[in-house]
């Protein structure tokens, strides 16, 4: 069933790829290109799962010229749905970015980091035994509704034509340690909406990271960092966010931080929907592959 953001849009429709779909060998049979909701794994870049999709698809509709692409980055750290779009698909990717999003995050408090999540190590420490459930949940109230966001300087926001991380780089090559004024100096605000926000659960103790190990330890890209800051027991939460397009949530872990008087950083992310496409339909990397029936062995 087509999704209704794409009912309209798209003549001919787009093919949603789905687990059991028998895919042609001629791109040519899927006139609106095709769409694959994928779950995408942890510590794998967007750029990770488009070349190892892309290679498979090669392989399979013998095109080398294919065009493979994706509708809204997710962070190395972050899981849940992407959309690769393939073909005459890579048309509505923008459309398909354009979409309201929803996110499960878990946010540590107590401490910062540059990037806002745990990419880099602890940068400063605040005090956090003030913070509880109840306090959480009267400060969520205040983000509901439109609102000035400044993305983190480690993204992939425009500044002057460079990509903000580009500079973060160097800076914390430079320094180590980058002043969040800096950020917000060099960044300019952007207009986003938070449509639904509520706490699923506090963790006033932090949240046992090690249901995460089996992931991280099978993950893909390890170049990637990930920060261990599980022995310093920050009290945590995990939060449901429902949000529109160019919503941040580490800036909004780093508001939300303020907000309570303390530092916060993202520990765990997942876009649990995006549009009308939901994590719990999503195919694995290898499911998406092996649906193209040539998938690439090789990562």
Known sequence: ???????????????????GTTLPENIDECPGGIIIPVDKPYRWTSADVIRKIKSAAVRHFHKKNLKVGHAGTLDPLATGVLLVC???????????QSHDKEYIA??????????????KDIDA???????????????LEGFVGEQEQIAPLFSAKSV?????????????????????????????ASRIRISDIRLIKFYPEGKDRKDTSAAEASSKNLRINVADTSRLHLPAAE????????????????????????????????RSRSGDFKVENCLSVEDACRALTTCAAEA
């Open 125 to 139: 420490m605040y005090p956090h035994e003030h913070i509880t459930e109840e306090g959480i949940k009267k400060a």
């Open 86 to 96: 393939i073909g005459k698909a890579t048309r509505l990717a923008e459309m398909l």
């Open 239 to 270: 939060i449901r966010i429902g949000c529109s397009k160019g919503t941040y949530i580490r800036a909004f872990a780093r508001d939300l931080g303020e907000a309570l008087g303390s530092g916060a950083h993202l520990c765990s992310l997942v």
């Open 106 to 119: 878990g946010i540590s408090f107590g401490a910062t980091t540059p990037s806002y999540d745990l990419e």
């Open 160 to 188: 002057d034509g460079v990509r903000a991380y580009e500079i973060a780089r160097k800076l914390y090559k430079a320094h180590r340690n980058i002043p969040d004024s800096e950020a917000r100096d060099l960044i300019r």
């Open 1 to 19: 069933m087509q999704p209704k953001e794409l009912q309209a849009s798209a003549v001919p429709a787009p093919l949603i790829l789905a687990k």
